[in-house]
């Protein structure tokens, strides 16, 4: 035989001159959660995972940068009393994301913060807009997100993070935050996010579901690819500086369809549901869950993700810290 690839992949010190996809915890977002109260929550759905308290989630920005995991995503939990219709506790300017924001910029400078815009942790009805006459209004909801994307800037977020799925709101929020003198504050748009079965875990920890109906009308259907054309072409005419694909590993064709079309920088969501499933599974004895978190994160950027937001962030980042010693 003339022709043997086994020859290309005969050392580690071989296969590591030709590897064509790397994996750092510089690719790495860590989200967290964070609530009101003192003690932590454990997320039972999440394994390794709870609700937070500010001076916890401060500890653990803490411990990321020291693995070299310099970005974060926030998610605040509050308490049914402060929500209502139009979620409005997300506009405080004291409110507990902010006091987070400020609590870790303060401790840990560097961490890049990516910061959600939705109203769901802060709806009555668990959706991402007003509900109006059981509809979720869109033209309603845009104002309420700029006004929520200009009150993270204050608090010191790098990237106001849009997961709504409203039409209209990345250029509402940029013109928002040009206004209010944050032209330097990024957009990180949830541009193609479908309503997928994946996300259970996550409104377990932010008890965000629905009171009724879904979030079709809004999030995309998983057995669409070309419509995500649309909505990255209008997320970059508006102003975006990312674009988010949620969830991750299923959705590893449009991740690269996503990359091919467009010039701005990918991030992909590996999501509540994959890696609870990771753990549920490796918890039977089932899978190798450090192998196949590594696998996981690694096809991601593979598929064409600059950055990945996981919850095996620091796990990864140990993972790979292990493997350069």
Known sequence: MLERPR????????????????LGPEHLVLPAFVHEKQESHAIESMPGHSRLSVEAIVELAVQSAALGVMGMALFPAISDGKKNSHGTEGENPQGLLQETIRAIKKKVPS??????VALDPYSSDGHDGVVIDGEIDNDETVPIL???????????SDYVSPSDMMDGRILAIREALD????????????????????????????????????KKTYQMDPGNIREALREIGLDESEGADFLM??????????????????????????????????????????IDYDSCLLESLTCLRRAGADIIFTYGALEAARLLRAQAS
Not at 111 to 116: E, S
Not at 263 to 274: N, Q
Request: overall charge positive; some cysteine.
């Open 7 to 22: 020859r290309n992949r005969r050392t580690a010190s071989i296969r590591a001159f030709i590897c064509e996809t790397h």
């Open 146 to 156: 700029a006004r929520m994307a200009v009150a993270q800037a204050q608090a010191g």
């Open 245 to 286: 694909v949620k969830p991750g590993l299923p959705y590893g064709d449009v991740i690269h369809f996503v990359k091919e079309n467009s010039s701005l920088p990918v991030a992909a969501y590996h999501v509540s549901g994959e890696y609870a499933m990771l753990k549920a599974a490796a918890e039977k004895g089932w």
């Open 111 to 116: 961490m890049v913060l990516f910061t959600d």
């Open 179 to 214: 206004t209010a003198g944050f032209p330097q504050v990024g957009i990180l748009s949830y541009s193609v996010k479908y309503a997928s079965a994946f996300y259970g875990p996550f409104r377990d920890a932010l008890d965000s579901a629905p009171k009724s109906g879904d």
